[in-house]
Nanobody, 124 residues
Framework: QVQLVESGGGLVQAGGSTILSCVAS????????MAWFRQAPGKEREFVAT????????SYADSVKGRFTIARDNAKNTVYLQMNSLTPEDTAVYHC?????????????????WGQGTQVTVSS
């Protein structure tokens, strides 16, 4: 079993920045795809960013491209999401997830393990 625990976020002013972290424990391996998804109140959970097992490839949702950066430190079993130029539309609970494979993938279906999420609220 794998446990994912997110941290970071909180209340941020529009235009500001914050960084989220996700630490994996349990049966961890550095070979798996990791991703961030988010869910705003009353909306479906949506893809934000993904990174391949070796960190060489990334992919972003159009809504965050150029503002968010996903990175990983396999030695620390940690994945990060640097979030810049935040807007109120970025307000959501952010979840990290671990995929079944090693390649980047935007589909929720390939992610096997999920964290409980961390709240990011952007004030205008």
């Amino acid at each position: 079993q794998v446990q994912l625990v997110e941290s970071g976020g909180g209340l941020v002013q529009a235009g500001g920045s914050t960084i989220l972290s996700c630490v994996a424990s349990g049966r961890t391996s550095s070979n798996y795809t990791m991703a961030w998804f988010r869910q705003a109140p009353g909306k479906e959970r949506e893809f934000v960013a993904t990174i391949s097992g070796n960190g060489a490839a990334t992919s972003y949702a159009d809504s965050v491209k150029g503002r968010f950066t996903i990175a990983r430190d396999n030695a620390k079993n940690t994945v990060y999401l640097q979030m810049n130029s935040l807007t109120p539309e970025d307000t959501a609970v952010y979840h990290c997830a671990r995929g079944r494979g090693s390649a980047v993938d935007r589909s929720r279906n390939v992610y096997e393990f999920w964290g409980q999420g961390t709240q990011v609220t952007v004030s205008s």
